[in-house]
């Protein structure tokens, strides 16, 4: 004999006895209890089973069915079977729209917030940003360096320690040596971005100065560090030598021949620097182009001060950077409209007396032409065109110009550089080549 719990009429359950067999129940569970149909609960009450062990049943699903649907008619009334009630001197005051609550009795805090009075907050959120940005910068510091470091120390040129290039360094995968890391500086300082398309003027008005050799090479050097757009511009108001001495003769087209088309580039918006291949030779491989003086005295005499305007205002606008080698005479008139034009002056000599004093002379009238400004600024460059040149008349020379321009550069004597027809700057000295990167870097230093 077993007790029986059974739900009376008035809703309370009660207990009855019944005769049950004892081995009926779950498997695994004696039975002391049992339902007059048949059904037998189980005392003590086990852990539910895993609904999808495989002892379940179709009666054990039929009859979790069931709970599962009494559960939800008891939670649709605002009732579960775990639900509280709370006690008579408290109760929970739930708010739907900020999903608040508060026991009951207490201040509603949107009353409170509408009869309170309005406080300054102008001030918090900066000190909440400021103490939130000190805090970051501290978490930044502890945690190790950010990418602002990095620009940081680039920019001051902190760089991380490369490996050597070329040599024996770099078969060892050591670092640059002295020689290659100035290199390094040099190219960097040459390719430094700058503002706006510039005007380089080279200028000694006395012939064999060395202009058109120094034209010629800082032209090459500014293309090949700068990565093209610049122009060799020969303006000699007679018949100059730069085209002839240009490593490349893709044509024999010069300045009189643009001249005559000028009109149609300029009313052209969409032209490019390929309406100019017509009229500019390449320089294939060295990254510039030359444009070259007429061949003929009487057709260079047509180019003018309004001409030089003319042919300048185009041409800047399809290169960055424009060399222009000077003529003899520094009363023509383009040769004056040059002067006006030109953001960078560099005087080019040697150490033979008659030119490096013809380049004082040309010094002193831009004084009083009133661009002092450009003289002081200046690179003077002397070319060293003998194997044995006259220390002593170097050293004069230096000492003058050192007193005016901002630097002087020495170009030492090189075979390749010698007088001659179409200079090619890939075959010269390693000592010129360093000697060459330091004009280049010397003029784009001043811009």
């Given at each position: 004999m077993s007790n029986e719990k059974t739900n009376g009429n008035d809703?309370?359950?009660?207990?009855?006895?019944?005769?049950?067999?004892?081995?009926?129940?779950?498997?695994?569970?004696?039975?002391?209890?049992?339902?007059?149909?048949?059904?037998?609960?189980?005392?003590?009450?086990?852990?539910?089973?895993?609904?999808?062990?495989?002892?379940?049943?179709?009666?054990?699903?039929?009859?979790?069915?069931?709970?599962?649907?009494?559960?939800?008619?008891?939670?649709?009334?605002?009732?579960?079977?775990?639900?509280?009630?709370?006690?008579?001197?408290?109760?929970?005051?739930?708010?739907?729209?900020?999903?608040?609550w508060r026991p009951a009795g207490s201040p509603d805090p949107v009353e409170t917030a509408v009869s309170a009075p309005a406080e300054d907050t102008t001030a918090a959120p900066l000190a909440v940003t400021e103490a939130g940005s000190a805090a970051y910068t501290a978490e930044r510091t502890e945690a190790g360096p950010h990418a602002d470091d990095l620009i940081t120390a680039r920019s001051k040129g902190q760089r991380q320690k490369v490996k050597a290039s070329s040599g024996l360094r770099r078969a060892f995968g050591m670092g640059p040596g002295r020689s290659e890391r100035l290199e390094r500086e040099r190219a960097d300082r040459i390719a430094r971005p700058l503002g706006g398309r510039k005007t380089i003027m080279v200028i000694n008005t006395k012939g064999g100065g060395g202009k058109t050799l120094v034209t010629l090479m800082l032209a090459s050097?500014?293309?090949?560090?700068?990565?093209?757009?610049?122009?060799?511009?020969?303006?000699?108001?007679?018949?100059?030598?730069?085209?002839?001495?240009?490593?490349?003769?893709?044509?024999?087209?010069?300045?009189?021949?643009?001249?005559?088309?000028?009109?149609?580039?300029a009313n052209d918006p969409n032209a490019g620097t390929s309406e100019l291949e017509h009229w500019v030779r390449e320089q294939r491989g060295l990254n510039f182009d030359v444009l070259a003086s007429a061949d003929d005295d009487e057709a260079m005499r047509i180019i003018g001060e309004q001409e030089?305007?003319?042919?300048?205002?185009?041409?800047?606008?399809?290169?960055?950077?424009?060399?222009?080698?000077?003529?003899?005479?520094?009363?023509?008139?383009?040769?004056?409209?040059?002067?006006?034009?030109?953001?960078?002056?560099v005087f080019a000599t040697s150490l033979k007396d008659d030119t490096s004093v013809v380049a004082a002379k040309n010094l002193d009238a831009l004084v009083a032409m009133g661009r002092q400004d450009l003289v002081r600024n200046a690179v003077c460059v002397i070319s060293h065109t003998s194997a044995k040149g006259d220390p002593g008349a170097g050293v004069h020379t230096r000492e003058h110009f050192e007193q005016w321009v901002r630097e002087v550069v020495d170009i030492p004597y090189d075979p390749a550089l010698a007088p001659g027809l179409h200079l090619d700057p890939t075959k010269?000295?390693?000592?010129?080549?360093?000697?060459?990167?330091?004009?280049?870097?010397?003029?784009?230093?001043?811009l």
């Open positions: 809703g309370h359950w009660g207990w009855t006895d019944q005769q049950v067999d004892e081995g009926a129940g779950l498997p695994g569970y004696p039975s002391n209890t049992s339902v007059p149909n048949g059904f037998e609960l189980p005392l003590p009450q086990a852990e539910t089973s895993d609904p999808w062990s495989s002892t379940w049943s179709d009666a054990d699903w039929a009859a979790a069915t069931t709970a599962a649907d009494e559960a939800t008619t008891d939670s649709a009334d605002g009732y579960s079977p775990a639900s509280w009630q709370a006690d008579d001197t408290a109760t929970i005051q739930l708010k739907l729209g900020d999903q608040s050097y500014l293309g090949r560090y700068r990565s093209g757009s610049v122009l060799a511009w020969d303006n000699n108001e007679t018949e100059g030598t730069l085209g002839m001495r240009a490593p490349s003769q893709s044509h024999h087209r010069t300045v009189v021949d643009l001249l005559g088309a000028l009109p149609t580039i030089f305007e003319s042919l300048h205002t185009q041409l800047s606008r399809f290169y960055r950077m424009i060399v222009i080698d000077t003529g003899n005479n520094r009363l023509a008139p383009n040769w004056l409209a040059a002067a006006q034009r030109a953001d960078m002056l010269i000295d390693k000592r010129t080549h360093e000697a060459c990167m330091e004009m280049a870097a010397s003029v784009v230093d001043g």
